[in-house]
Every structure is written in structure tokens, then in C-alpha cells.
DNA sequence: CGATAGTTTGACACAGCTCAATAGGCGTGG
DNA sequence: CCACGCCTATTGAGCTGTGTCAAACTATCG
């Protein structure tokens, strides 16, 4: 049995065909020829739940496309106090060009899967590609605005509008085909209490009891802990101070 | 007497020939004809302390680049809580390409001077010239970092630190010809202490406890509430945590 | 079924907030 | 030049939200 080809993916490499980032993620930028130029020095790999990826003041030889998981951006000061700066969501870009060094950790939150190439790869193809160089533009922005959004929620937002905020921002982006501004939602949250804490520049006593009461008054329930249903996504739009 | 013609600068709009922008800034990506055709449509205005020049929702019709003075980017929650999420200084951009509205307000903290053009000029001349587009990516991901430093600072360090290392920011951004790892630092604080709270994530009384106590405790001197002398900056920056 | 890591709950402490009064800087007008 | 008023900043006193410390509970997995 022949496997049809369709003309559309007829001289996409195999390992981009089913790929995510292809269409909404960086690689949308690349015609057929470049995919297959990046193609061949890159390579899928799943990483579990806790590992490092990039490390703090590190040299970094490689990027990354995320195509499942969540991966945590993080910061720790000298006596070990530590700011999650930004979570990764299937199909962002991990890295950060024409740096050598990281100035920030990362770290899978969950298993993760990613699709990674030579950094100096990227970058020469980011002369030669304007449009690359653009998408990377974009997502940038998209990161500086929700990184400013998140610094409102960090600076003037009480322990249980942080709370709401948090579960809204996961209900938002977990869900890949999220059906948009239905009432119900349910989703595994993809980081641990600590974690949480951690992104909300709160203790994890003051997250569980701010869940605590998030569930006793009916906006969410939870299941072992991690498995979360919002049964009113107002309700909690509301909680988390517009 | 004829104005010596220097051959560097023949071909240069008069409007941009003593910019700091022109080096360090955006425009240093485009050639002469570039910049006459820019320079025709671009303008110069000065703005005085508090004059708001985009509203949040609002429609952007010009972009700048910021040539003297300093603009606080804010974001306000439905009940008029404020946090300030950024502060630019020259020759930094003021815009947010690819985006009709802006989702943050920013307003002149001191009298500012700018250099505008239409936004639509501007994304034209992007299409045709990838290094102006490479600037933009590299100041862009310098704000991402500079934002998530912040973080880190808003969720995890006390209000010592806060204050610390706001006066550690100015410190080494507001002098552009700063000698820089000189002992002591002189400077016109840009904000009013409401700002600076705003921009901490405290309270006004809070900032001005944390800096009678630097004032006491021999880091820095205040004259008539805006003029400050870091005496130390290491002690301030040991003070700031990390 | 016990071990371990993660989570919840409780009691208490304290950093930073709130409200209120005072002090200082600066421009205006006598 | 001083007197006044306005605005901003400082200082004080008391309160409260969140952190700290400690103990109990729960899920998961061998």
C-alpha cells in the first residue's frame, strides 16, 4: 500500500510533517528547502518531568521548538529565592538569540517534548530569512506583553486575585484546541504548589489556602490534587481582578 | 565662514545629524536615503512631565524614539490600582509594532523630548529593511530580560531591596555618560515617590520609610526630595540582593 | 502496607498597609 | 523679603494579609 503523497507536504521532511510549530510556530517562516536544511541538523527529544534544560549562566548550544509540555523560565537570587519568570507552551520558541549565555534556568515543568537545533544554525538562517528573524520578533513581543501583564499581577494584586490569575492563565493556554469561553474547564495543572508559589512570588501555605477557598466556594473543584475543573470561567475572570 | 562638511555626515538629514538615536538607537540601522526618507515624514516635539503620550485601548497613529528625558509604561486594573511595568530611557523606542492598540499607558515622568513618525511608515520600512527589523528584535528582547529581572524583584525581594534596586536602576541608566563602577553617583530621581511606588508594587509611605533609612544609615544623601547622591554603590548594591 | 513527597491546616509573628498628622519645598502675591 | 497656600514627602500608630513554623493529612508507588 502506497502512502499518498499530498502535494502540500510532498517535500516537507519527514520530521516536520506532523509538526506543530510548522504551522503556528517558528518554522511556518521557512519554505520547504530550509525545512529540510534545519531538518537535518535537528533532532526530537523527550525530556521528563524536573529536568534542567538551560542552566543560569550557561552556555547554550542549542534552541528549541516546545511541541508539548510546559517548561518553566525561572530566576533564583543569591540566598536561594526564586521567580518564576515565564511558562512555555507548545509551540514557543525556547532560547534566546545573540546571547551566548543564559540569564535565566529552564526547566521542564512536565514531561516535555521538544524539537531542538544548533544555535549558530538559527542564527545564520536568521540573515538569510528576514520572515524568521520576524516570527521571532512577534513571539517576542508576545512574551514582553505577558510578562508585563504578569508583573501587575506580581506588584498589585492581592494573594487571591494571584491565585485566580494563575488557574486562568493555565485554563487559557494548556488546552492546545481550547474551545474558547465555554462556561466549564478542565485541565492537569502543570506545576506543583511550590512551583506555583514560586510564579506568584507567594508561599506555597498561602496558594493551597487561596485554592482552599476557590473550592469551597464553588468556582473550581479539584481532584488528587492536580486535576482542576473551573466550573465558571467568569466567575474566576472575576476573582482574578479583570 | 562655510560649515566644514564632514563626508561621514554629507548625506545626512540636518534633523537627524546630532541624534543619539542615530547611533545607539533604531535608526542606526538605516542609510542615508533611509533616513531622508524617514526624516521627511518624522518630527520633533518636546513634552512636559505628566503629558500622557499613548493611552491604554487607545489607536497608535506614530512611534518615537526617546532622545532626552524619561517615559513611564503603565497598567491600571479596573479599580485604579497602577503598576508601572517599565521605564524608557534615550535613545529606547516608544511602541509596540504589530498592534493597533496599546494594551499599556505611557506618559512623560520628566519632560521628554521624542522623535516621531506614523506607525505605518515605519512598517514599511521594516518589510524592506531586515536590519531595522533586528534592532527592533534586539531592543525588544532587552526589554524581555530588563522585564524579567523585574519580576524577580516585584515577587521576591523585600521592600529594602526594592528600593535598592530601584535607585541601583537609575543609577545606571539616567547618566548617559556614566562612568560607570565609580564609587559615588549623582542624579535628579525622574519620579515622584508615588511612581516609584507604583513601579515597586508599594506604598508611597513604604518607599520613603525604605529611603530615610538608606539616608540614615550613611548609602545615599537626598537634597529637596529629588536630588540624590549614592555615596557607596556597592553598599547599594549589596543592598538591592544580588 | 509502609515510605516518601507533596499538600493542607492551624497558630502565631511580622512586614508592609492604612489612616492621620506633621513637615518641608516652592511658587504666588502682598 | 516674608506670609501664605498648595503639593509632596515624612513620620507615627495601629491593623491586617501574608509569611513562618509545625503538625496532620493524602496521593503515589514500590
Redesign the interface.
Known amino acids: 500500500m502506497n502512502i499518498r503523497q499530498d502535494i502540500h507536504n510532498s517535500e516537507i521532511p519527514l520530521l516536520c510533517q506532523a509538526c506543530e510549530a510548522r504551522h503556528r510556530g517558528l518554522c511556518g517562516a521557512l519554505d520547504p528547502s530550509q525545512l529540510v536544511a534545519l531538518s537535518k541538523q535537528s533532532w526530537k527529544q523527550t525530556v521528563e518531568t524536573g529536568s534542567e534544560l538551560v542552566g543560569d549562566a550557561e552556555k547554550v548550544a542549542s534552541y528549541s521548538n516546545v511541541l508539548s509540555g510546559v517548561i518553566k523560565?525561572s530566576?533564583t537570587?543569591?540566598?536561594g529565592?526564586?521567580?518564576i519568570?515565564?511558562l512555555q507552551f507548545a509551540p514557543d520558541f525556547l532560547g534566546?538569540?545573540?546571547?551566548t549565555e543564559s540569564?535565566?534556568n529552564a526547566e521542564a515543568a512536565t514531561e516535555v517534548s521538544l524539537c531542538s537545533f544548533p544555535t549558530a544554525l538559527v542564527e545564520r538562517m536568521m540573515k538569510d530569512s528576514?520572515e524568521l528573524?520576524?516570527r521571532?520578533?512577534?513571539q517576542?513581543?508576545k512574551?514582553?506583553?505577558e510578562?508585563?501583564?504578569?508583573?501587575?499581577t506580581?506588584?498589585?494584586?492581592t494573594a487571591a486575585e494571584k491565585v485566580a490569575s494563575f488557574l486562568l492563565l493555565i485554563a487559557r493556554n494548556i488546552n492546545p484546541c481550547r474551545p474558547l469561553s465555554q462556561k466549564e474547564v478542565v485541565f492537569d495543572l502543570p506545576l506543583t504548589r511550590a512551583d506555583i508559589a514560586d510564579f506568584?512570588?507567594l508561599t506555597i501555605e498561602t496558594v493551597s489556602r487561596q485554592m482552599t477557598i476557590l473550592r469551597k466556594d464553588g468556582v473550581i473543584a479539584i481532584e488528587s490534587n492536580r486535576h482542576v475543573t473551573v466550573r465558571n470561567m467568569e466567575r474566576l475572570e472575576r476573582r482574578a481582578?479583570?
Open positions: 523560565l530566576k537570587l543569591a540566598d529565592r526564586q521567580q519568570v515565564g534566546r538569540p545573540f546571547k540569564a535565566l528576514p528573524e520576524h521571532l520578533l512577534v517576542t513581543l512574551e514582553l506583553d510578562a508585563r501583564d504578569w508583573m501587575v506580581l506588584g498589585r494584586k506568584l512570588g481582578g479583570a
